[in-house]
């Protein structure tokens, strides 16, 4: 799939693209380098211990050390103050990560095997694609058609599971205007690992342009439209255009083939087939696949399934 790579960061961390990044990041560092400080100084006492207490011969009685109330004390109370402070970071921080602000532009967003969709509040409905306006939270209302899926991007630093039969939020506040990607974490089948999608950050004008034009380009024709959205839905997961088997059978000489379906009856490709398995996928499946295609009905318009169609023809 076209999808752009995750952009240097640091050594340890992708870039910082959104307000709650720099807090996240923190407090990160801050475990990290307690962690080590305590490491070298835990395993140093250790090997200086061994070498120092070693036992020197039959007669050697300095290695029997007995109990010492005030250091225990002291190796339990620091541990705990400073597990304390790290609580308290860690608390702040996540009440800030779960609470959007009231202002938040809201976007609903659907987890399938193996798609990413984006609803917008007018009526867009954008497929691998999540565009946002720089500058303003968004708020996330999530939810998953099938199994479990995790919504993760690295670069925002947020990642939250999105589950079937309910909702899940996460919001965040875009700081940079460019292209980023968002992943699933979550192992979901075979797809899993092509289970990404583009993460457009804009300005606000071109925000609204992205709204007015429904998230579509009206002036290509069908089948280059139907190339574009062949990518941008995801058919590409599990379509090739190699003649490869993969999820699905391949676009390559697919149209005018005749094909055997799962009950032994044979159907001829043609356009009102193409159409049917769009819509509604698992209608008629082949032979040797899984029903597990997303249903597009009342997903893809008219003329967006008329393009895919068009496209389909075009791969012989
Ligand atoms: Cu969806 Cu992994």
Redesign the pocket.
């Known amino acids: 799939m076209n999808v752009p790579k995750i952009d240097q960061g640091s050594f340890w961390m992708p870039r910082q693209s959104s307000t709650l990044a720099p807090a996240v990041d923190a407090a990160w560092d801050v475990v990290m380098y307690v962690s080590v400080a305590f490491f070298l100084l835990i395993v140093g006492a250790m090997a200086w211990f061994v070498y120092k207490y070693r036992r020197r011969g039959p007669d050697d009685k300095t290695s029997n050390i007995a109990h010492n109330a005030r250091l225990e004390i002291a190796w339990t109370a620091i541990p705990m103050l400073i597990l304390l402070v790290l609580f308290f970071i860690g608390l702040s921080g996540y009440v800030n990560a779960s609470v959007a602000p009231g202002d938040s532009y809201e976007i609903n967003v659907t987890?399938?095997?193996?798609l990413w969709t984006f609803s917008y509040p007018n009526g867009t409905v954008s497929p691998s694609k999540l565009v946002v306006p720089r500058g303003r939270p968004v708020r996330l209302v999530m939810s998953?058609k099938d199994?479990?899926?995790?919504f993760y991007i690295p670069e925002f630093r947020i990642k939250h599971d999105?589950i079937p039969g309910t909702y899940t939020t996460l919001w965040f506040e875009a700081t940079e205007v460019k292209d980023s990607t968002l992943l699933?974490?979550?192992?979901?089948?075979t797809?899993?690992?092509d289970?990404m999608a583009t993460v457009s950050v804009v300005e606000e004008a071109q925000f609204q342009e992205f709204l007015e034009s429904g998230g579509d380009d009206k002036n290509m024709p069908p089948a280059e439209l139907g190339k574009s959205l062949y990518t941008t839905w995801g058919c590409a997961t599990c379509h090739s255009l190699t003649g490869a088997r993969q999820q699905g059978p391949s676009f390559k000489g697919l149209f005018g083939k005749t094909e055997t379906l799962a009950d032994g009856s044979s159907v001829h490709v043609d356009e009102a087939y193409l159409k049917e398995s769009i819509l509604v996928s698992n209608a008629k499946v082949v032979s040797g696949y899984q029903p597990i295609m997303p249903v597009f009905q009342g997903v893809l318009k008219e003329r967006q399934v008329d393009a895919l169609v068009a496209f389909i023809k075009s791969q012989q």
């Open positions: 987890g399938e095997k193996w998953s199994v479990l899926h995790s999105v699933c974490a979550e192992y979901c089948g797809g899993h690992s289970m």
